[in-house]
Nanobody, 121 residues
C-alpha cells in the first residue's frame, strides 16, 4: 500500500512558478513509477508528467514543467514555471504498483488528494 500527500499549490500570477511536492509512504518508492496529473473544473483528469525508467511530459507543459524525485526522502516534485491561466487545476500525484512511467490515468493504482494551483492573469 502506498499513500501519497501533495503540497505546494497556491495562487500565483501568470508567468510565475511553484514547486509541488508529493510525499509517499511505503518502502517500495524507488521501484514505483510516479506521475503528475491535473484536473481543471469541468474537465477530465489529464496527464502532466511521469517518471520511471523514462520521463514523459505532456506537450502543453514541455519546457515549463520538470518532474524529479528524491528517493531518500520518498518524494517526487513537479517544478512548474512560466504559468499560464490554462494551468489552473487541481494537481494530483499518482503511483503505479508495477510497470514503467505511463501517460494513462488508468495505469496508476494510488492517488493523492490533490493540491490546487490557481493562476491569475
Amino acid at each position: 500500500q502506498v499513500q501519497l500527500v501533495e503540497s505546494g499549490g497556491g495562487l500565483v500570477q501568470a508567468g510565475g512558478s511553484l514547486r509541488l511536492s508529493c510525499a509517499a509512504s511505503g518502502n517500495t518508492f524507488r521501484s514505483n513509477a510516479m506521475g503528475w496529473f491535473r484536473q481543471a473544473a469541468g474537465k477530465e483528469r489529464e496527464f502532466v508528467a511521469a517518471s520511471g525508467a523514462a520521463i514523459y511530459y505532456a506537450d502543453s507543459v514541455k519546457g515549463r514543467f520538470t518532474i524529479s524525485r528524491d528517493n531518500a526522502k520518498n518524494t517526487v516534485y513537479l517544478q512548474i514555471g512560466n504559468l499560464k491561466s490554462e494551468d489552473t487545476a487541481v494537481y494530483y500525484c499518482a503511483a503505479r504498483s508495477g510497470g514503467g512511467a505511463s501517460r494513462l490515468v488508468s495505469a496508476y493504482d494510488y492517488w493523492g488528494q490533490g493540491t490546487q494551483v490557481t493562476v491569475s492573469s
